[in-house]
């Protein structure tokens, strides 16, 4: 079973809002850092957001300050990315993840976890942007 399911994708003209969300499943937030990695094609994978569910301190990495918004509700599992704004660079496959052993306010301190403090990932949601 995996214990991450992203849904939410699709496509959307620029200047659209998608609002993606990754359910959890096997754990709970406690203890976790968990957050959304990108991959476009001929590029290298990108953490843009992270939060840190019990103290809600988040993480964006610059290009996507301002326009992408990540939340977490508790009672249902889930972690959620809204993207406002979308700009055609934004087109990937979005990712969740998750860190486990994660200290408190993980991701406000230290940003989107490595790639190999990462403990689950699910099978990702793409995102297309057009123009």
């Known amino acids: 079973e995996v214990p991450l399911v992203e849904s939410g994708g699709g496509l959307v003209q620029a200047g659209g809002s998608l609002r993606l969300s990754c359910a959890v499943s096997g754990f709970t937030f406690e203890g976790h850092a968990i957050g959304w990695f990108r991959q476009a094609p001929g590029k290298e994978r990108e953490g843009v957001s992270c939060i840190s569910p019990r103290e809600h301190s988040t993480y964006y990495t610059d290009s996507v300050k301002g326009r992408f918004t990540i939340s977490s509700d508790t009672a249902k599992n889930t972690v959620y990315l809204q993207i406002d704004n979308l700009k055609p660079e934004d087109t990937a496959v979005y990712y969740c993840?998750?860190?486990?052993?994660?200290?408190?306010?993980?991701?406000?301190?230290?940003?989107?976890?490595?790639?190999?403090?990462?403990?689950?990932w699910g099978k990702g949601t793409l995102v297309t942007v057009s123009s």
């Open positions: 993840a998750a860190r486990s052993r994660a200290s408190p306010n993980y991701c406000s301190k230290y940003g989107f976890p490595f790639d190999y403090d990462l403990d689950y």
